[in-house]
Each structure stands twice: as structure tokens, then as C-alpha cells.
């Protein structure tokens, strides 16, 4: 199992990774952790909403769709208006990509196994902004 102290210093590598507004390392690592967990879970049963759609996207080997049937409903999950994590990023949350990932294991509830996916996706967050993950289409991601 995942410790938090250990997804905290993989973000603050990855944070530092950083240069210039280049998300790129983040993706990279993003698009990488879930093609491995794909291999490790049923990611259908760890995000419900899709009718199986993300497992037969994996088994075709059809990244990019995995990618953005996934990416929808992680954002499904943290984008509601009145949710509780924009409650918190809109509190100032965003300057901190520790106080990022705290929210976003707390908002995913997410089993511990695959809480490394949510180090890339802090990271994501905290450079862009809520609002902007929310926005962007997946492709862009």
C-alpha cells in the first residue's frame, strides 16, 4: 500500500519537473499511471458511470479513449460547482500541490493501491487551476 508521505515527495519531484508552464511531464506521467493501474484493476468499478466503456477501451488497447473516458469522469467527480473539492481549491488550495493532493484523495476516495494516479493530477491542477483542468478537452490534457 501507497503512504501519503510517499505520493507527497513523488508530486513535489514532479512539481519541480515543471519549467517554463510545461505540463508535459505531468501528462506523461498521468497517461503512464493509468495504463499501468489499467493492468492491476478494474478502473470501471473504481470510477462507476460508464457501462464498462474505460475497461473496453483498455482492452483494445485504445489509450487515447481510455485516457478521456477516464479523465471525464475523474472530472465528473471533482468539477461540480458546489462540490466539496472546488469548495476547497476556491479557498486557496491550489498554491500548494501537497494541499492539492490532500484534497483530491480526499474528494476520489480512491483504495489506496491506485493513489499514485492522483500525484500527476495534483500537479495538473495546481499549474493550471481548477477551473482550467475542468475546461480543457482531454486531447489538450
Known sequence: MVQFDDLLKSALMLNDEIKDGNLEPARTQLASEIGRLNQEFDLDALLPGGGGELG????????????????????????????E????????????????????VLALHLPGAVLTLLVPMAVLICHSGLEAFCALPTAKM
Do not use: H, P
Not at 59 to 83: H, T
Not at 85 to 104: D, E, N, P, W, Y
Open 56 to 83: 473496453m477501451a483498455a482492452k483494445r488497447r485504445d489509450v487515447s479513449k481510455f485516457y478521456d473516458l477516464f479523465i471525464e469522469r475523474v472530472r465528473a467527480n471533482l468539477c461540480a460547482k458546489n462540490g
Open 85 to 104: 473539492f472546488t469548495k476547497l481549491i476556491r479557498q486557496g488550495i491550489q498554491s500548494s500541490v501537497g494541499a492539492t493532493l490532500t484534497a483530491l
